[in-house]
């Protein structure tokens, strides 16, 4: 009887789509193949649910995906590491702290990076909005220094007039003024600034979704500064930072919160993989290289050349199945299936209030608590689907 040829399949990142093919390969494992996942955690935190765990609304663990537990479901050995490279002539991941990973298939999905580099001071002084970790970690810190002296006035500026922008401003702001009423100090000791380069707040939505954010933004006394493009960060004393835009504008602040367009990292440059003007792996309509057929990308990291989406967690979601089954129809030798992405999706953008704004399209329906529930059943169904 012919036995199967072992085959290396190499998962690099913990994203949304590899999470999806983790849970299928477990459901539906193929004798011969040796499957690794490569991450630098065992858990990720799940897009659609941060902002909540931002804003108090759900637990660490309600908003993280377990990656340990999906590795253990799929038989997969996992590798708590960072992928620093690729060796594409001898088919190895180079990894920081290991030796490299040998693969005959590879798939990536490493989501993205606020690009930084270019404002001077933002390396230094700003606070990125991934890797989500360390967000996570400034924003406990923060937190804690707000439990402890919620008489003292607290300024944040958040750069970046997105999606995750708009997100994170109305999360931070219905945490903290919480902590104020709870210890009943005035919510003036709270300011929230929110920059954005563009002359509109959320500039890739259609207008109706822009009236709308702006409009509870103001209610919500979040300082707008449109058409403002910020050109330096500095360092007053230990306590203050003055925001610099080239209008003239400075805006001095206690922290500031990165969550500008996303880039991709720049190891991802030094491979021969084809990539777009931002570090982006370019793919086909199979989720592979356009140089590498046995590379797949998924998620952020990915720019699917024939269908250009923005950077948003509902396609590295959607990506998840057909990325299995072409990883599988690959090993199997089998033709590949072409995926074509929704052009118009749903977005439902939490207010941090326990109230939701529902978009597609052109169609938007304002803030409401009922919203929310869907929005919120919506990403508990997930999470649970992940839970093995």
Known sequence: MQQNVLKDLVLVGG????AIALRMFGMKSLPGVRLTLIT?????????????????LYSYDECHINLSRLADFAHAPLYIDRAIGLDLEKHQVICANRPPV??????????????????PGAA???IPAKPVAKLLDCWYKLLQSFHENP???????????GAGGVELALSMQAHLQKILIVNQQPVQNLEIHLFNRHQEILPHYHFSVQRQVKQVLTNRGIKLHLGEFVSQITQINEELLAVKCESGL?????KVFWVTQASAPDWLRTTELATDEQGFILVNDTLQSQTHPQVFA?????????????????????QGKPLFDNLQRMILGKPLKPYIPQQQYLSLIGTGDKRAIATKGAFTLPPHRLIWCWKDWIDRRFMQRLSV
């Open 124 to 126: 230094e002084y700003a």
């Open 40 to 56: 630098p955690a065992s858990d990720t935190p799940y897009s659609g649910m941060l902002p909540g765990h931002i804003a108090g």
């Open 15 to 18: 994203g949304h789509s590899h």
């Open 298 to 318: 998924a998620g952020d990291i990915a720019t699917m050349v024939n269908h250009p989406r923005p950077k948003a967690g509902v396609f590295a979601v959607r």
């Open 102 to 119: 040998h693969f005959d298939i590879l798939s990536i999905d490493i989501g993205s990076t606020p690009a930084t580099i270019s404002v």
């Open 250 to 254: 400075v805006v001095e602040c206690h």
């Open 151 to 161: 008489q003292q006035q607290l300024k944040i500026v958040i750069v970046g007039g």
